[in-house]
C-alpha cells in the first residue's frame, strides 16, 4: 500500500513543504501551516501545472503594443487613482478598515456605470439584498442595470454570469467567498487562489472589469494571503479614520498606469464623494498660534499645503516622549537631534509631539524644514505667519536641500495667497511668492 503524501500549506503566502514549519521561511509568519487532505493537494498541483505552460520566445521588437481602452467610472478621483479610468478586463483589488467607505464608494461607481448602459452585478456576501437596497436608497443609485446577488458560493456566481453579459463586477467581500470543491474554510490561501485565479480568467476571457473589496488587518495590509494582492492587476488602499470626512484613495499597484497618484474623497450623507476643493481643507489660516507651520508636499502629480503642527513641553519623566502622527518617527528623532546639535537647543529634557493636520501621512522629506520650524515655534512659544511657508529637505550635517517640482509647489502656494516661502534654491519659472534661500538650519533662528 503506498504511503500517504502529506504536504502543508502556509497560509499567508501559500507556500507547501511536506513537513510542518512552526515559522514561515518564506514570509516569516509563525504558525501558519496547514494540512491539506488529498483533494487540496490536486487543486495546488493543477494550479501550479496550469500556470507553467510552455511558450516561445518572441523578440520585443516583433512584440505590437497593446493598446490600453478605458472608460470613465464618472468619478474623478477613482480615474485619477486609476490612471484615467476603468480598463476593461482588470482585476482589482480595494482595501481599507471598516467603515471607511469602500462598499459605498463600489456601489456609487457600480451606478454610475450603469448608468452609461452597461450591465454591473454587485456580489455580496456579507449583506443582504435589502440591505443594499436601503444604501443605495440613501446614495440614489438606483439602475435598472445594476443588479445585486447575494450570494457566497463561486459556482452560482459563474452561473449568473452564464446567465447574463456584464460589464463591470463587484465583489463584496473576496473573504467570504468560497468555491464548492474545495474543502477549506473562505479566506484561505486555497480558496483565494482558486477564487481569484477564476475570477482572473473572466476578466480577461469576457473583458470584464471587475473590482474586489478585501478586509485589512490592524496591521493595514489585506487579511489573509498575500498571495491576493500579487495576482491582481491594481491594488488601492483606503486611508483615514471612519471618524473623519476626508477619506485618502491610494494606489500602491498598477499594471495599467502610474502608482504616485492619490484619490480624496468625502463623506457626506449622500455617500462617499470625490472632494472638489481640497485646496485650504488641510490647514487652518483663521488662527495663528506657536507651534505650527505649512508646506507642501507632493501626491503623485497633485500639490497639497498641509499644516505641521509641533508641541514640546517640559519632561517630568527620565526618558522624554517623541511621537509623530503622521510622520516618520525615525526621523524626526534624527531631526530633533540635529537641532541639538546645530542650533543647541536643549530638547533632551522636553517631551516632542508631531501632528499632520488632515490624516496623510509624509513619505517625503520635503516637510522637514517645517517640521523643524514648528518645533522651534513651539519651543521659543513665537507663532509664524500662516502667509509663510517651508519646503527643504534637511541632511544630517545641517544642510538644506532643494526637492523637486519647486515651481508647482510655489504655483499652489500663490493660489492660496502665500506671499513668502523658505525655500533651499530659486525657482526657475518666476513666481509672485517672495523666496527666501535657507541652504543651512543654523539660519533658521533668522526668522524667530
Not at 223 to 241: C, I, K, S, W
Request: neutral net charge; glycine residues 6%.
Amino acid at each position: 500500500m503506498a504511503k500517504k503524501k502529506v504536504l502543508f500549506e502556509c497560509q499567508h503566502c501559500g507556500l507547501t513543504t511536506p513537513k510542518w514549519m512552526g515559522k514561515c521561511t518564506n514570509c516569516g509568519a509563525w504558525d501558519s501551516f496547514v494540512e491539506l487532505n488529498e483533494h487540496q493537494q490536486e487543486v495546488v498541483k493543477q494550479t501550479k501545472t496550469s500556470s507553467s505552460k510552455s511558450a516561445k520566445a518572441v523578440s520585443i521588437n516583433e512584440i505590437v503594443e497593446e493598446e490600453v481602452y478605458r472608460y470613465s467610472s464618472l468619478d474623478s478621483e477613482l480615474d485619477n487613482v486609476l490612471g484615467g479610468g476603468v480598463v476593461p478586463g482588470s482585476l482589482t483589488l480595494i482595501g481599507g478598515s471598516p467603515g471607511v467607505g469602500k462598499s459605498t464608494l463600489l456601489l456609487k461607481v457600480g451606478s454610475n456605470i450603469a448608468s452609461l448602459n452597461k450591465n454591473v452585478l454587485y456580489v455580496t456576501g456579507e449583506e443582504s439584498a435589502g440591505q443594499i437596497k436601503l444604501r443605495a436608497n440613501r446614495l440614489n443609485s438606483n439602475q435598472d442595470t445594476l443588479y445585486l446577488l447575494s450570494e457566497i458560493r463561486l459556482q452560482q456566481i459563474l452561473v449568473e454570469l452564464e446567465h447574463r453579459s456584464y460589464d463591470f463586477l463587484i465583489i463584496d467581500s473576496i473573504q467570504t467567498i468560497y468555491s464548492e470543491d474545495i474543502t477549506s474554510a473562505p479566506g484561505s490561501v486555497t480558496q483565494v487562489r482558486q477564487i481569484t485565479f477564476e475570477l482572473m480568467r473572466i476578466a480577461k476571457e469576457r473583458n470584464i472589469a471587475i473590482f474586489i473589496i478585501g478586509h485589512i488587518t490592524k496591521e493595514g495590509s489585506i487579511a489573509g494571503p498575500r498571495v491576493l494582492e500579487h495576482m491582481v492587476d491594481t491594488v488601492l488602499y483606503f486611508e483615514g479614520d471612519s471618524s473623519q470626512e476626508l477619506r485618502i484613495l491610494r494606489g500602491f499597484k498598477n499594471r495599467f498606469g502610474p502608482t504616485s497618484e492619490i484619490g480624496v474623497f468625502e463623506m457626506r450623507s449622500e455617500g462617499l464623494v470625490s472632494a472638489t476643493d481640497i485646496a485650504s481643507r488641510f490647514f487652518n489660516r483663521d488662527s495663528q498660534q506657536s507651534g505650527s507651520a505649512l508646506t507642501v508636499i507632493m501626491e503623485g502629480s497633485r500639490p497639497i499645503i498641509l499644516e505641521v503642527q509641533a508641541l514640546v513641553s517640559e519632561s517630568h519623566t527620565a526618558n522624554s516622549k517623541r511621537q509623530a502622527t503622521g510622520f516618520d518617527n525615525n526621523r524626526l528623532n534624527m531631526l530633533l537631534a540635529l537641532l541639538e546639535r546645530k542650533l543647541e537647543i536643549p530638547l533632551s529634557g522636553y517631551d516632542v509631539f508631531i501632528n499632520i493636520t488632515g490624516g496623510i501621512k509624509i513619505t517625503e522629506t520635503a516637510a522637514d524644514l517645517a517640521i523643524l520650524a514648528a518645533i522651534i515655534s513651539s519651543f521659543r512659544d513665537r507663532a509664524i505667519s500662516k502667509e509663510t511657508i517651508f519646503i527643504g529637505e534637511v541632511s544630517l550635517v545641517g544642510d538644506v536641500r532643494e526637492v523637486y517640482a519647486l515651481d508647482v509647489r510655489l504655483k499652489e502656494a500663490q493660489m492660496q495667497n502665500i506671499t513668502k516661502a523658505l525655500v533651499a534654491k530659486k525657482p526657475l519659472e518666476k513666481s509672485k511668492v517672495k523666496t527666501f534661500i535657507v541652504d543651512e538650519v543654523t539660519k533658521l533662528l533668522e526668522w524667530y
